[in-house]
């Protein structure tokens, strides 16, 4: 008896690509929310009035 067949683990393998394993966290998504949140902070840095010396 046959337990895993090749063709499904390849497919399978391929697909988690980029996830933990068993979390279903994707680690592209919290590189962008992170990039995301660091851009709002720097425009919102932009908006500050300077201190003139």
């Known amino acids: 008896m ?7 683990a ?3 393998g ?3 690509a980029g996830t ?3 979390t279903g ?3 592209v998504w919290y590189l962008l929310g992170g990039f995301a ?3 709002a ?3 919102l840095l932009r908006t500050l ?4 010396a």
């Open 2 to 8: 046959i337990m895993y067949d090749k063709g499904i």
């Open 10 to 12: 390849a497919i399978g």
């Open 14 to 16: 391929g697909a988690a």
């Open 20 to 22: 933990l394993a068993f």
């Open 25 to 27: 966290f994707d680690v």
């Open 37 to 39: 949140l660091i851009a």
């Open 41 to 43: 902070g720097l425009a």
């Open 49 to 52: 009035p300077r201190k003139q």
